[in-house]
């Protein structure tokens, strides 16, 4: 640098990346604002330039820089700032102090330092907890460590086996030749310390029963309130589970709550009844959630929010890696908080690993000629997903009562319309897949032959195939754009 761009440079003022010192006897406070710098996007600090940003220099010898040397010792771990030494008058010079970002947290003198604008203060205590948790990422996560206490007979066989035979089928994993639950966790890359169970593996096919006490964050809370508040309760519940299980539970509470459009088709008798919001943005949306979050929390969830104006699916959690709701709506690296967790979801199909997800979803809203969501941070750590509802009134047939029963009871009101009825078969075997034509009429109190009649429309269409024979068989659902038909 020289004189010239010093001069150019003094005019725009102190910043995010710059501040001014009028000489070395400052260097403590140099230091704190350089560890600032280093543990975000860099910078420079210039000695002999006042705060009003006039070079003015200082005498520079041997034993400045040694002064420099000392202080620059208490960076941990260690920073080693470029000087260069700028002549501005006959004996007098300014220094150039600089240093890039740090890949570690940087402390000087045991204290993390950020820079806010041109201000330097000491790093909050959770960007601090923060950081640390990114840069032992790669080989320290909560999800990487041994479920202690646990082994394979305490998970979900059957949620095992429809994982691998959904990955073999996608060719994103080899068929081990056999469907030994170990065998399988290995294949997905989730034990630790050679055999033992991963927690990842417990989010991903615990039982329903098992979760307790160890896993208490296995839990999805869905509720529906009157009016545009949360004053008041029409249907609040609580579900455990491991992460497929809940996934599934939360889109069959949307599939139930929604509100819907309908319209005449010209040929058609019957009204033709859409959600208000494209269930596959919704399914995203729902997947991106419960992959994204952090687990670490003990008291942590995944919520979902319906009001009479907006949908919001909640996640404990942060944003991580320097990625910010405004980054989300670009094109972005895919760094998933839990890579294990997304990849098994990624191998059953239900992600992508092309950091896409919340472009797919503000895609699918825009097709279906709605409002992207909007993604906020809240304080306390929380990623919220706002859906705007394209009604802005009271829906006109509110729940009137808080729906107590679990999932697995009969619906007491059946949907009306052949779609309503085919979403919520759907949504039955993806919960259950080995239902028969006759458990999913008494569920959802329709006449068999009514069930037999929306199969065959559902295998017609491609959205659901049988695998195995019909006694001791059970169902796929598949997604819309990944359709096929037959046997397996």
């Known amino acids: 640098m020289t004189s010239t761009?010093?001069?150019?440079?003094?005019?725009?003022?102190?910043?995010?990346?710059?501040?001014?010192?009028?000489?070395?006897?400052?260097?403590?406070?140099?230091?704190?604002?350089?560890?600032?710098?280093?543990?975000?996007?860099?910078?420079?600090?210039?000695?002999?330039?006042?705060?009003?940003?006039?070079?003015?220099?200082?005498?520079?010898?041997?034993?400045?820089?040694?002064?420099?040397?000392q202080e620059f010792r208490n960076f941990e771990p260690p920073v080693f700032p470029a000087i260069e030494r700028i002549n501005v008058a006959p004996g007098l010079e300014v220094l150039v102090v600089s240093v890039t970002h740090n890949a570690r947290v940087v402390s000087f003198r045991g204290v993390a330092y950020e820079r806010v604008l041109n201000t330097t203060r000491v790093m909050p205590r959770d960007v601090h907890q923060r950081l640390l948790l990114e840069e032992l990422h790669a080989t320290r996560r909560w999800e990487n460590q041994p479920a202690e206490g646990w082994d394979a007979t305490r998970l979900d066989k059957r949620e095992m086996v429809l994982t691998l035979e959904e990955s073999i089928r996608r060719g994103r994993i080899e068929d081990p030749g056999t469907r030994e639950p170990l065998e399988i966790l290995r294949g997905?890359?989730?034990?630790?310390?050679?055999?033992?169970?991963?927690?990842?593996?417990?989010?991903?096919?615990?039982?329903?029963?098992?979760?307790?006490?160890?896993?208490?964050?296995?839990?999805?809370?869905?509720?529906?309130?009157?009016?545009?508040?949360?004053?008041?309760?029409?249907?609040?519940?609580?579900?455990?589970g491991n992460a497929f299980a809940l996934m599934r539970k939360a889109e069959r509470f949307l599939i139930e709550s929604l509100p819907v459009a309908g319209r005449i088709v010209p040929g058609k008798m019957e009204r033709e009844d859409t959600p208000l919001l494209p269930m596959e943005a919704l399914r995203e949306a729902l997947a991106n959630a419960f992959v994204h979050r952090d687990y670490?929390?003990?008291?942590?969830?995944?919520?979902?929010?319906?009001?009479?104006?907006?949908?919001?699916?909640?996640?404990?959690?942060?944003?991580?890696?320097?990625?910010?709701?405004?980054?989300?709506?670009?094109?972005?690296?895919?760094?998933?908080?839990?890579?294990?967790?997304?990849?098994?979801?990624?191998?059953?199909?239900?992600?992508?690993?092309?950091?896409?997800?919340?472009?797919?979803?503000?895609?699918l809203m825009r097709e279906a000629g709605l409002q992207p969501p909007v993604t906020m941070v809240r304080a306390g750590g929380a990623v919220v997903l706002t859906f705007d509802l394209p009604l802005k009134t009271p829906l006109k047939t509110p729940l009137k009562t808080p729906l107590k029963t679990p999932l697995k009871t009969p619906l007491k009101t059946p949907p009306k319309t052949p779609e309503k009825t085919h979403?919520?078969?759907?949504?039955?075997?993806?919960?259950?897949?080995?239902?028969?034509?006759?458990?999913?009429?008494?569920?959802?109190?329709?006449?068999?032959?009514?069930?037999?009649?929306?199969?065959?429309?559902?295998?017609?269409s491609g959205r659901l195939v049988r695998v195995g024979p019909d006694k001791g068989g059970h169902w796929r659902v598949l997604p819309e754009q990944d359709m096929h038909r037959g046997e397996v």
């Open 188 to 240: 997905l890359g989730l034990l630790t310390d050679g055999n033992k169970l991963s927690r990842a593996a417990v989010v991903l096919f615990c039982k329903d029963e098992t979760f307790l006490p160890d896993f208490p964050q296995l839990l999805l809370k869905v509720a529906r309130f009157k009016g545009v508040t949360r004053d008041e309760f029409l249907d609040n519940r609580q579900f455990h």
């Open 296 to 363: 670490a929390v003990g008291g942590g969830s995944v919520s979902v929010a319906m009001y009479d104006d907006k949908l919001e699916i909640i996640s404990i959690g942060d944003l991580h890696f320097g990625l910010t709701p405004e980054a989300l709506l670009r094109e972005h690296e895919s760094r998933p908080w839990n890579p294990m967790i997304a990849n098994a979801f990624y191998r059953r199909g239900i992600i992508e690993t092309w950091g896409r997800g919340t472009l797919k979803i503000s895609r």
């Open 5 to 69: 761009q010093i001069n150019l440079l003094l005019p725009s003022g102190e910043s995010a990346t710059l501040e001014f010192k009028k000489s070395t006897a400052e260097k403590e406070r140099a230091c704190r604002t350089l560890c600032a710098f280093a543990n975000g996007q860099g910078g420079r600090v210039l000695f002999g330039v006042t705060p009003a940003g006039k070079a003015i220099g200082q005498t520079v010898n041997d034993h400045t820089l040694e002064e420099l040397a």
């Open 423 to 460: 979403d919520l078969i759907l949504a039955q075997l993806l919960e259950t897949p080995s239902l028969s034509s006759h458990e999913l009429a008494s569920r959802l109190n329709k006449s068999e032959s009514a069930i037999k009649r929306a199969i065959r429309a559902l295998r017609e």
